[in-house]
């Protein structure tokens, strides 16, 4: 059957009858150098025994046949695929595409989505791939809520032990990282019942700064070692993203949409009594995710694509008793647009694609009248590429032939704006009660803000309250912004030399970091009443005499305290080279893999010198081995540049003499600017060793790979005071040191000739890692009252610091599995996808305190515990029930498990199965 994912008789670029992204083919341009996914190793001249590209087959393959017209079927018509009419399929899962790749894994487009949760995040298809982690079991607040729910930017993850901001993101053969830093000194994200807004603080930073649907992604490679030359700037790994090129065939159009809503989801409740005593209801949210896209060859030359998509939440909850339980919508959008076309020409092939990011998240202050938040995030990402072969080049007496050229540049903008609805707040006194005995008095009462405000019913106080204060909020809290600006130029060169090929390449990029409050905000925090008030007291008169025109003091009270956030803007500039080689050589069973990458940026100022080697040995056909030693660096990084000296907020006291309220502030104790040095600094880097063997299985023709790899990080930035909390400086005191040994298995059947099951994929594998580090991330956590504070093992540590030393995201043995299937003629797809956590050793509250090193704050006492072992299972489905449309079926969590993470009472709800609902229409 022909159906919405297409038939197994359309052209070569749609795989196992799904739509698959339209792939470049050396017939559609004059020059097809190696696609940025993954440098593909062209065979070299001489005829070597080594596995080719690591691609392999069950049996023999058949003699190709030419492809017979196959006449167009009616709408909903059901058609049989003749095999002989289908262009040979690839396999959607290619465990490297050189013998050096050790550590690559391509996945088409297909492949990729049936790894995803619903909703459209591409970042979630390498849950299960080896040595990535995202789970974080130690979380103590892992239940969900609505800012949680509105949440749709994509997931972060950590790859070989790496942070979350170490990968590089790669859309289109550019990077699309945040180098200005993700992550601030406090909460990344608002939550539901947060009261206060940190004025220093940015919310909704994220490592990207453009969000990628898996929708119109046609090809996803994830790299964890063994990286080639051309890849570098993290830490971590690499993540590319190759999305659909413009189709030369014909016109493609599709349409998607899906929704999901509360009601799809069965929520548990995960505290740690696996009650609910607040009796807190669960989020109520409404989701939907659109996707269309369009493209078509214009001329014979000339191709489009335009493609757009569309993920909305909407939620509610309501305010607290004071303000009248008035109820609440909040809501986030996240679209994306892009626009490619293609031009093929006598000097080679031009494209030019811009792709756009728009999101935004709205949060609602549930304590204060009328403040809100929207947290806004625009990514763009443009170039221009230009591709050509060279055929004068060509040198037979050294193998040299066959050289093709590629020329990209770029222009990238990403800003993270929160959005206030004012910059003005106020934080009234509306009544203040004292109790004596079992009897509360009223010392202070005024009504000027009874229509918004009120106050909770003395039986609500407790029995230990000695006091209460009505407190009325109003106002908001002001905007902030960071952003960047990308400007590049990439070259490279590959081709064919000696007993392989070679690759020449290099880019040049400048970097404007910045960060912003536009304008300054004022918030008058302490209120004097005129009766009940102590420090100050209240004056014997009981009433205030008010300066002329002064619109804060009244003869009830007056404002005692304001603060005010300077406006600042700062802005910083750094301007890099990066420079790479690499052979690739084949002498009959002995393949090596030699290069070197060159990095340099103006503001560290470090000529970076990154040797890759690999080397495999290959005995017999279908058995392989291969060592490999590498450096990373980290790339250019502006954390502090774009933070030092942001202006803090500065108080300003008057205190009424008398009755008498004095009109001018006095400033208090001036406070310092944020400090950030990071001066004089070495580029973090890590250095790689690696052992692969590669198998073919010997009864089913699938691909073994059996993986060691072991990094040690070096000169890793740290943070540390220098001289006080509000003083961070960069040092290179941090190390670590993560190790792993993976096993991996794929094999994929097309064109079953069973009545029933058409085609068949397994890829699976299993990882045991080991990491240890020294250092959480570059901030310093400054020692807050209101910050949770940790003891374990004898030491002391802040939450955020805590969560980076043990535990977070570090799972020691776990399996990861994908099953893909079609039936009834490709009538039907069902895929699942699998993580297993094995039991582990980790850390968990005891729900203790003591006191520690700060005086006043007690620390919450943590300790071993063994964790554990957890299944996870994904379907997704699509039934094809015409030629043009189809239904689609997404259940997450299918076995209905909460997991090892901890709700409070305050978020006691954790998800367990849910459903997405979709259609699907193509033409």
Same mark, same amino acid.
Request: net charge negative; aromatic share 10%.
């Given at each position: 059957?022909?159906?919405?994912?297409?038939?197994?008789?359309?052209?070569?670029?749609?795989?196992?009858?799904?739509?698959?992204?339209?792939?470049?083919?050396?017939?559609?341009?004059?020059?097809?150098?190696?696609?940025?996914?993954?440098?593909?190793?062209?065979?070299?001249?001489?005829?070597?025994?080594?596995?080719?590209?690591?691609?392999?087959?069950?049996?023999?393959?058949?003699?190709?046949?030419?492809?017979?017209?196959?006449?167009?079927?009616?709408?909903?018509?059901?058609?049989?695929?003749?095999?002989?009419?289908?262009?040979?399929?690839?396999?959607?899962?290619?465990?490297?595409?050189?013998?050096?790749?050790?550590?690559?894994?391509?996945?088409?487009?297909? *492949?990729?989505?049936?790894?995803?949760?619903?909703?459209?995040?591409?970042?979630?298809?390498?849950?299960?791939?080896?040595?990535?982690?995202?789970?974080? %079991?130690?979380?103590?607040?892992?239940?969900?809520?609505?800012?949680? &729910?509105?949440?749709?930017?994509?997931?972060?993850?950590?790859?070989?032990?790496?942070?979350?901001?170490?990968?590089?993101?790669?859309?289109?053969?550019?990077?699309?990282?945040?180098?200005?830093?993700?992550?601030?000194?406090?909460?990344?994200?608002?939550?539901?019942?947060?009261?206060?807004?940190?004025?220093?603080?940015?919310?909704?930073?994220?490592?990207?700064?453009?969000?990628?649907?898996? &929708?119109?992604?046609?090809?996803?490679?994830?790299?964890?070692?063994?990286?080639?030359?051309?890849?570098? /700037?993290?830490?971590?790994?690499?993540?590319?993203?190759?999305?659909?090129?413009?189709?030369?065939?014909?016109?493609?159009?599709?349409?998607?949409?899906?929704?999901?809503?509360?009601?799809?989801?069965?929520?548990?409740?995960?505290?740690?009594?696996?009650?609910?005593?607040?009796?807190?209801?669960?989020?109520?949210?409404?989701?939907?995710?659109?996707?269309?896209?369009?493209?078509?060859?214009?001329?014979?030359?000339?191709?489009?694509?335009?493609?757009?998509?569309?993920?909305?939440?909407?939620?509610?909850?309501?305010?607290?008793?004071?303000?009248?339980?008035?109820?609440? &919508?909040? %809501?986030?959008?996240?679209?994306?647009?892009?626009?490619?076309?293609?031009?093929?020409?006598?000097?080679?092939?031009?494209?030019?694609?811009?792709?756009?990011?728009?999101?935004? +998240?709205?949060? /609602?202050?549930?304590?204060?009248?009328?403040? =809100?938040?929207?947290?806004?995030?625009?990514?763009?990402?443009?170039?221009? =590429?230009?591709?050509?072969?060279?055929?004068?080049?060509?040198?037979?007496?050294?193998?040299?032939?066959?050289?093709?050229?590629?020329?990209?540049?770029?222009? *990238?903008?990403?800003?993270?704006?929160?959005?206030?609805?004012?910059?003005?707040?106020?934080?009234?006194?509306?009544?203040?009660?004292?109790?004596?005995?079992?009897?509360? !008095?009223?010392?202070? /009462?005024?009504?000027?803000?009874?229509?918004?405000?009120? =106050?909770?019913?003395?039986?609500?106080?407790?029995?230990?309250?000695? +006091?209460?204060?009505?407190?009325?909020?109003?106002?908001?809290?002001?905007?902030?912004?960071?952003?960047?600006?990308?400007?590049?130029?990439?070259?490279?060169?590959?081709?064919?030399?000696?007993?392989?090929?070679?690759?020449?390449?290099?880019?040049?990029?400048?970097? /404007?970091?910045?960060?912003?409050?536009?304008?300054?905000?004022?918030?008058?925090?302490?209120?004097?009443?005129?009766?009940?008030?102590?420090?100050?007291?209240?004056?014997?008169?009981?009433?205030?005499?008010?300066?002329?025109?002064?619109?804060?003091?009244?003869?009830?009270?007056?404002?005692?305290?304001?603060?005010?956030?300077?406006?600042?803007?700062?802005?910083?500039?750094?301007?890099?080279?990066?420079?790479?080689?690499?052979?690739?050589?084949?002498?009959?069973?002995?393949?090596?893999?030699?290069?070197?990458?060159?990095?340099?940026?103006?503001?560290?100022?470090?000529?970076?010198?990154?040797?890759? @080697?690999?080397?495999? @040995?290959?005995? #017999?056909?279908?058995?392989?081995?291969?060592?490999?030693?590498?450096?990373?660096?980290?790339?250019?990084?502006?954390?502090?540049?774009?933070?030092?000296?942001?202006?803090?907020?500065?108080?300003?006291?008057?205190?009424? @003499?008398?009755? %008498?309220?004095?009109?001018?502030?006095?400033?208090?104790?001036?406070?310092?600017?944020?400090?950030?040095?990071?001066?004089?600094?070495?580029?973090?880097?890590?250095?790689?060793?690696?052992?692969?063997?590669?198998?073919?299985?010997?009864?089913?023709?699938?691909?073994?790979?059996?993986?060691?790899?072991?990094?040690?990080?070096?000169?890793?930035?740290?943070?540390?005071?220098?001289? !006080?909390?509000?003083?961070?400086?960069?040092?290179?005191?941090?190390?670590?040191?993560?190790?792993?040994?993976?096993?991996?298995?794929?094999?994929?059947?097309?064109?079953?000739?069973?009545?029933?099951? !058409?085609?068949?994929?397994?890829?699976?594998?299993?990882?045991?890692?080991?990491?240890?580090?020294?250092?959480?991330?570059?901030?310093?956590?400054?020692?807050?009252?209101?910050?949770?504070?940790?003891?374990?093992?004898?030491?002391?540590?802040?939450?955020?610091?805590?969560?980076?030393?043990?535990?977070?995201?570090?799972?020691?043995?776990?399996?990861?599995?994908?099953?893909?299937? !079609?039936?009834?003629?490709?009538?039907?797809?069902?895929?699942?996808?699998?993580?297993?956590? #094995?039991?582990? =050793?980790?850390?968990?509250?005891?729900?203790?305190?003591?006191?520690?090193?700060?005086?006043?704050?007690?620390?919450?006492?943590?300790?071993?515990?063994?964790?554990?072992?957890?299944?996870? @299972?994904?379907?997704?489905?699509?039934?094809?029930?015409?030629?043009?449309?189809?239904?689609?079926?997404?259940?997450?969590?299918?076995? %209905?498990?909460?997991?090892?993470?901890?709700?409070?009472?305050?978020?006691?709800?954790?998800?367990?199965?849910? #459903?997405?609902?979709?259609?699907?229409?193509?033409?």
């Amino acid at each position: 059957m022909m159906g919405a994912k297409g038939a197994a008789a359309q052209t070569a670029t749609e795989t196992q009858g799904r739509e698959q992204a339209p792939v470049q083919t050396p017939a559609e341009t004059p020059a097809d150098p190696p696609k940025d996914a993954a440098p593909v190793q062209q065979k070299a001249a001489k005829p070597s025994a080594a596995l080719p590209d690591m691609i392999v087959e069950a049996s023999p393959k058949p003699a190709k046949k030419k492809t017979k017209a196959v006449a167009k079927p009616k709408a909903g018509a059901v058609v049989v695929a003749d095999p002989s009419a289908q262009a040979e399929q690839p396999d959607p899962v290619t465990l490297g595409q050189s013998l050096s790749d050790t550590g690559t894994t391509v996945l088409s487009g297909d *492949n990729a989505r049936a790894r995803t949760l619903g909703g459209g995040d591409a970042n979630t298809f390498v849950r299960n791939l080896p040595n990535v982690q995202y789970q974080n %079991d130690t979380n103590e607040d892992a239940g969900m809520s609505g800012q949680k &729910e509105l949440d749709t930017r994509p997931m972060q993850f950590t790859i070989m032990g790496g942070k979350t901001y170490e990968n590089n993101i790669i859309l289109n053969g550019v990077s699309i990282n945040t180098n200005t830093g993700p992550i601030d000194n406090s909460n990344n994200m608002f939550t539901d019942n947060q009261q206060t807004v940190i004025t220093d603080n940015i919310y909704g930073l994220h490592p990207q700064t453009v969000y990628v649907p898996i &929708e119109f992604v046609g090809q996803a490679t994830i790299i964890d070692s063994n990286a080639s030359a051309k890849y570098g /700037e993290f830490l971590g790994g690499a993540v590319i993203y190759d999305l659909a090129q413009p189709p030369t065939d014909r016109y493609h159009a599709s349409v998607s949409y899906s929704r999901h809503t509360d009601e799809m989801v069965h929520y548990i409740i995960g505290t740690k009594t696996g009650t609910n005593p607040n009796g807190v209801k669960h989020p109520e949210f409404t989701k939907s995710n659109l996707a269309v896209s369009v493209g078509a060859p214009i001329t014979n030359d000339w191709s489009f694509i335009a493609q757009a998509s569309r993920k909305t939440v909407e939620t509610s909850k309501q305010k607290i008793y004071e303000l009248y339980n008035k109820p609440l &919508e909040e %809501d986030s959008d996240n679209i994306f647009f892009r626009f490619a076309t293609a031009v093929k020409t006598d000097i080679g092939r031009f494209v030019f694609d811009s792709s756009l990011t728009k999101y935004h +998240q709205l949060w /609602e202050n549930a304590y204060w009248r009328d403040a =809100e938040v929207d947290i806004e995030s625009h990514g763009w990402t443009n170039q221009i =590429e230009h591709r050509a072969k060279l055929d004068q080049i060509v040198a037979p007496g050294i193998g040299l032939g066959g050289v093709n050229i590629m020329t990209r540049g770029y222009f *990238n903008d990403g800003n993270t704006y929160n959005d206030a609805n004012g910059n003005v707040s106020y934080s009234y006194i509306s009544m203040r009660r004292r109790r004596s005995g079992n009897v509360w !008095s009223t010392t202070f /009462e005024t009504d000027d803000f009874k229509d918004w405000c009120r =106050e909770v019913p003395t039986s609500t106080l407790g029995t230990t309250a000695v +006091q209460n204060n009505t407190s009325c909020r109003d106002g908001s809290t002001g905007d902030i912004e960071q952003g960047q600006t990308d400007i590049g130029l990439q070259h490279e060169m590959t081709g064919r030399l000696l007993w392989g090929t070679f690759l020449l390449g290099g880019e040049a990029r400048s970097i /404007e970091g910045r960060r912003a409050r536009p304008e300054e905000y004022i918030s008058y925090s302490s209120w004097v009443t005129a009766t009940g008030n102590t420090s100050p007291n209240s004056p014997a008169s009981g009433s205030f005499n008010c300066p002329p025109g002064d619109e804060l003091c009244t003869s009830e009270y007056y404002n005692r305290i304001k603060t005010i956030t300077p406006a600042f803007e700062t802005s910083a500039t750094v301007d890099s080279i990066h420079l790479f080689s690499e052979i690739d050589q084949t002498l009959d069973w002995f393949n090596f893999r030699t290069g070197v990458r060159f990095d340099y940026d103006d503001y560290q100022k470090n000529p970076n010198l990154s040797p890759r @080697v690999a080397a495999t @040995v290959t005995p #017999f056909n279908g058995l392989s081995f291969t060592a490999g030693y590498n450096r990373y660096y980290q790339g250019e990084a502006l954390y502090y540049a774009v933070r030092d000296g942001q202006p803090r907020s500065q108080a300003w006291t008057r205190t009424h @003499v008398g009755s %008498d309220v004095p009109a001018d502030y006095t400033m208090n104790a001036p406070v310092t600017n944020w400090k950030m040095t990071a001066n004089g600094l070495d580029t973090p880097y890590k250095d790689e060793y690696t052992a692969t063997a590669r198998i073919l299985d010997p009864l089913a023709g699938g691909q073994f790979r059996v993986r060691y790899a072991e990094r040690h990080g070096k000169d890793e930035y740290s943070s540390d005071e220098c001289g !006080s909390s509000l003083c961070n400086v960069l040092t290179n005191n941090g190390s670590s040191y993560y190790e792993s040994v993976t096993a991996e298995y794929s094999k994929y059947w097309h064109n079953l000739k069973n009545p029933l099951l !058409s085609s068949l994929g397994i890829s699976a594998n299993i990882t045991w890692a080991d990491q240890e580090k020294n250092t959480g991330t570059y901030y310093y956590d400054a020692d807050l009252s209101d910050e949770v504070h940790i003891e374990y093992k004898g030491q002391y540590y802040t939450a955020d610091t805590f969560k980076m030393i043990t535990g977070n995201l570090d799972i020691p043995v776990r399996v990861g599995a994908t099953l893909t299937t !079609s039936w009834f003629n490709d009538a039907l797809f069902v895929d699942f996808n699998a993580g297993y956590n #094995f039991a582990y =050793e980790g850390v968990y509250d005891t729900d203790e305190e003591v006191p520690g090193p700060i005086p006043g704050v007690d620390y919450h006492v943590y300790d071993d515990r063994t964790f554990s072992p957890t299944l996870m @299972v994904d379907l997704h489905a699509q039934y094809n029930v015409s030629e043009m449309a189809a239904i689609e079926l997404e259940v997450n969590n299918l076995l %209905d498990t909460a997991g090892n993470s901890v709700a409070t009472n305050t978020n006691p709800w954790v998800r367990g199965r849910s #459903f997405w609902l979709g259609t699907k229409l193509r033409m």
